[in-house]
């Protein structure tokens, strides 16, 4: 056995390599342990094309396996970047399988090393984009006992690409671990250095592949970073809480997010903690639940005397409930497919743990009895408020519970009558004039970091609280000049939407993003068929009812609306939570909350 000291060139900032020369003597069993206990390991801070002509030549020189060299030397990835880190290791299965891995700055590759006569050689290159990763971990035998290894060392890196299903077509996150064994020294805290060298390299490059100008990072404003995590038990088929047991929990052990999980015990109670709460020990406010929980939290954080600095609190959402509206929306952002519940759950999941904050829209709801409330999702009269509301009692269906709840109300249609009116988007209109609040800019980093003067505030909460609604007249009075009064009197439905999805499978405005400070507003005219209407929903599956031609349906983009009902008594939603109902306005505040995207 041969040591070798770094070498003297001076690019190869780290280098190391020990290994076993095949052609040494000594017992056989000897030798193959010591093949076990491979062999390169080398940490190339490499930074021009020659000195990584060099870093080959010096692996080339010293590699003690006659394996296939063009595939398992990193200098010969195809398509990827310059390599960071490089080694060799078994994997967590059988010991005398070797990997060979690479670390560039996008992906982590994975190649078993094979003979170069083998049929394989040079196929079976496995490489993970670093964009998939949520985390990376050393390990030693005692944290994991699902290895009989006493005393092995491993670093581990979690990834949830997205792969074509297995019985379906389309494509969803599924996790993969990779997990390698570090045994390169005797010394098993040299090994596990290793390992931790390995985990921090990996995760430092996961952090760093994040677009830049689009958000912050959540794990970089604060280590760790605090998590309060609010479960809403009752939120779906009951399930929440199994949905955190189950994967949640996994996950965020992945991405060492560390986090407080509060179980609330019945309504407001998400609502009144968050206004109460003492907001500089939290980085963040998650919640697993539908969307009436994440109203809860928005609304208590907008009741604080605090409550500008409070709502840039980072919010998040993994779904929990029956229509999963936001969740899904989020997803949606992301460019991935829609999917079932359960992808939902893990696509919400990995986004959570990669950690992204960006802005979000908040519409700002005033109620006839001057009640002030606001929403990030939807606004709803007629028959999706109807259905939304009525199909409560499905509720053991899940998801399904809309679809049963609109083809029952299908079978009983009716007309609402009242007065629709709205401010809508001018050409070339500056989007943030006269929207978000005091005209501050509130950028990503002081948003994020602001927290630390959020001590508790202990107070009634305030009758108003929350930015100034400027475009909104009184409701009392006419609507200001500008403003369209729509000339039918007679509806079927009327959604505003802020966000792309009304539910898990409904893309009711497809061109909703985030926080573009735009309210879209459909309304279905009365006169509309049965059949019509059923279409409308079936082609809102797939985001393409606004290009039906449908001659009842009506869309605009609007910054602010009004809406008066005639008749004394009926159903008005707000993020699909039944409200006061009487006349009601609302205007968009634009990217006032900040919401973890990925
Ligand atoms: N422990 C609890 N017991 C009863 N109700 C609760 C509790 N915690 C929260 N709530 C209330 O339950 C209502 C429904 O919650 P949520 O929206 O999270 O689930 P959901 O209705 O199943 O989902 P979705 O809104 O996606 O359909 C909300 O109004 C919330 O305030």
Redesign the pocket.
């Known amino acids: 056995m041969r040591h070798l000291s770094s070498p003297t060139n001076p690019t190869l900032s780290s280098t190391y390599l020990l290994h076993l020369d095949r052609g040494s003597s000594g017992p056989a069993s000897s030798r193959s342990a010591e093949v076990g206990l491979l062999v390169v390991c080398r940490y190339m801070s490499v930074c021009a094309a020659s000195s990584r002509t060099r870093a080959r030549r010096s692996a080339d020189r010293h590699c003690p396996l006659k394996m296939d060299q063009k595939e398992a030397d990193p200098s010969f990835i195809p398509g990827t970047g310059q390599v960071v880190l490089y080694g060799e290791f078994t994997g967590t299965d059988n010991p005398k399988v070797k990997y060979a891995v690479s670390l560039t700055e996008e992906d982590l590759s994975v190649q078993k090393v094979l003979a170069p006569s083998s049929p394989a050689a040079g196929r079976n290159k496995l490489s993970f984009s670093l964009k998939d990763c949520v985390g990376a971990r050393s390990l030693r035998e005692e944290d994991d006992h699902r290895h009989a290894d006493p005393g092995g060392v491993y670093f581990s890196a979690y990834f949830y690409p997205l792969r074509k299903r297995w019985m379906s077509s389309g494509a969803a996150r599924q996790r993969v671990e990779q997990r390698f064994r570090v045994a390169s020294l005797r010394d098993p805290r040299a090994n596990l250095e290793e390992a931790e060298k390995w985990a921090r390299a990996i995760r430092e490059r996961a952090g760093l592949l994040r677009p830049l100008g689009h958000g912050v990072v959540l794990s970089a404003v604060r280590q760790p970073c605090r998590v309060m995590l609010l479960v809403?038990?009752?939120?779906?088929k009951g399930q929440a809480l199994g949905l955190y047991n189950g994967h949640i929990q996994r996950m965020l052990s992945e991405a060492e997010v560390p986090h407080t999980l509060l179980?609330?015990?019945?309504?407001?109670?998400?609502?009144e903690l968050v206004r109460e709460a003492d907001l500089s020990q939290w980085d963040a406010l998650v919640?697993i639940?539908?969307?009436?929980?994440?109203?809860?939290v928005i609304n208590g954080l907008l009741e604080r005397e605090d409550w500008e600095q409070a709502i840039h609190t980072p919010l998040g959402i993994l779904?929990?409930?029956?229509?999963?509206?936001l969740a899904a929306s989020i997803h949606h952002y992301s460019g991935a497919p829609l999917v079932s519940s359960e992808e939902l759950l893990v696509s919400c999941g990995f986004i959570l743990c990669k950690g992204l904050v960006s802005r979000m829209d908040l519409i700002s709801v005033h109620l006839g009895s001057g009640q002030r409330l606001f929403s990030f999702l939807s606004l709803a009269w007629g028959f999706v408020a109807d259905v939304d509301v009525e199909s409560?009692k499905y509720?053991h269906v899940g998801a399904a519970?809309f679809t049963v709840g609109t083809l029952v109300r299908l079978a009983s249609l009716r007309v609402y009558r009242g007065r629709l009116s709205y401010l809508p988007v001018a050409d070339g209109d500056d989007a943030e004039r006269g929207v978000i609040p005091n005209g501050a800019q509130h950028t990503f980093h002081n948003s994020c970091n602001s927290n630390n003067a959020l001590k508790a505030k202990r107070r009634d909460p305030p009758m108003l609280t929350g930015p100034t609604d400027t475009l909104l007249a009184p409701v009392d009075r006419p609507v200001p000049s500008d403003w369209v009064v729509v000339p039918e009197e007679d509806f079927v439905l009327m959604l505003a939407m802020y966000q792309s999805c009304l539910?898990e499978d409904l893309l009711a405005a497809p061109n909703a993003t985030l926080d573009q400070g735009v309210i879209h507003l459909m309304y279905v005219k009365a006169g509309i068929t049965r059949a019509s209407l059923l279409k409308l929903f079936l082609a809102m599956e797939k985001g393409t009812h606004l290009a039906t031609s449908c001659p009842h349906l009506e869309y605009s983009r609007v910054r602010a609306l009004r809406l008066e009902p005639y008749a004394p008594k009926g159903l008005i939603t707000v993020?699909?939570?039944a409200v006061e109902y009487g006349p009601v306005q609302a205007q968009v505040h634009r990217g006032l909350a900040r919401m973890i995207t990925g």
């Open positions: 809403n038990p009752q939120s779906g179980i609330t015990e019945r309504k407001n109670h998400a609502r919640i639940s539908g969307d009436g929980l994440l109203y809860e779904p929990g409930g029956s229509g999963n509206a409560e509720r519970r539910a993020d699909g939570e």
